[in-house]
């Protein structure tokens, strides 16, 4: 599992000019149960991904699909972990013993 912090590198009119293609390439990726969880940051600096990958690589090429990334819009912290503890609701997401 990885969580994806996104910080935004132009100002907030670049980012909502992008933001439409940027939600579509949020929603493929919905589609196939790769990104579990995602949002701006409060205050809006930037984002949040949760990542469902089998590797750092997948989530790199990921990355490089997403309009801000095509764009030059943010900077992109990757951050593996592994759900071992979860929430009932959660439980389907829990990894390793």
Known sequence: MYV???TY???LSAIEEALLPHREYLARH???DTFLLAG??????????????????EVEALIAEDPFHQKGL???????F????TSPA????AEGA
């Open 4 to 6: 994806v912090l996104l």
């Open 9 to 11: 590198t132009q100002p």
């Open 30 to 32: 919905f589609a196939t």
């Open 40 to 57: 701006p940051q409060q205050p809006r600096k930037g984002g949040v991904i949760l990542v469902r990958a089998s590797s750092r690589a």
């Open 74 to 80: 943010a900077e992109y912290q990757i951050i593996e």
């Open 82 to 85: 592994v759900a071992r503890a």
């Open 90 to 93: 959660l439980a389907a997401f």
